[in-house]
Nanobody
Framework: QVQLVESGGSSVQAGGSLRLSCAAS????????MGWFRQAPGKEREWVAH??????????ADSVKGRFTISQDNAENTLTLYLQMNSLKPEDTGMYYC????????????????????WGQGTQVTVSS
C-alpha cells in the first residue's frame, strides 16, 4: 500500500505558475511510472502527464505540452513527484491528483485512471482570467 500526499495547489492569475508536489509514503524500486491527473467541476478526470521512474521519459497531454513539466526525485529512498505548471490558463482550473500503479505493474501507455492503483487526495488549482 502506498499513500500519496499532494501539495502546492493555489489560486493564481492567468499566465502565472505553480509547482505541485506529491510525496509517496514509501519508495519501492518497482513502481515503474507515476502520473498526474486533473478534474474540473462537472467533467471527467483527465490524464495530464506521466513519467517513467527508471528511464525518466515524460509524456504530456496536448493541452499542457510546452507549459507543464513533470519530474521526480527518488533520492534517499523517497519518491516525490512534481508538476511545474507555467503559463497557466483558466482552463487549467481543477483538482489535481497524483497516482501510481501497484508494485510491479506495467503498461506501455498509462493515460487512463485504470492504469493506476493509488491516488492522492488532490490539490486544488484555480486560475482566474
Amino acid at each position: 500500500q502506498v499513500q500519496l500526499v499532494e501539495s502546492g495547489g493555489s489560486s493564481v492569475q492567468a499566465g502565472g505558475s505553480l509547482r505541485l508536489s506529491c510525496a509517496a509514503s514509501k519508495y519501492t524500486y518497482d513502481i515503474f511510472y507515476m502520473g498526474w491527473f486533473r478534474q474540473a467541476p462537472g467533467k471527467e478526470r483527465e490524464w495530464v502527464a506521466h513519467i517513467y521512474t527508471n528511464a525518466g521519459g515524460a509524456y504530456y497531454a496536448d493541452s499542457v505540452k510546452g507549459r507543464f513539466t513533470i519530474s521526480q526525485d527518488n533520492a534517499e529512498n523517497t519518491l516525490t513527484l512534481y508538476l511545474q505548471m507555467n503559463s497557466l490558463k483558466p482552463e487549467d482550473t481543477g483538482m489535481y491528483y497524483c497516482a501510481v500503479p501497484a508494485s510491479g505493474r506495467w503498461t506501455s501507455r498509462p493515460v487512463t485512471s485504470y492504469d493506476y492503483n493509488y491516488w492522492g487526495q488532490g490539490t486544488q488549482v484555480t486560475v482566474s482570467s
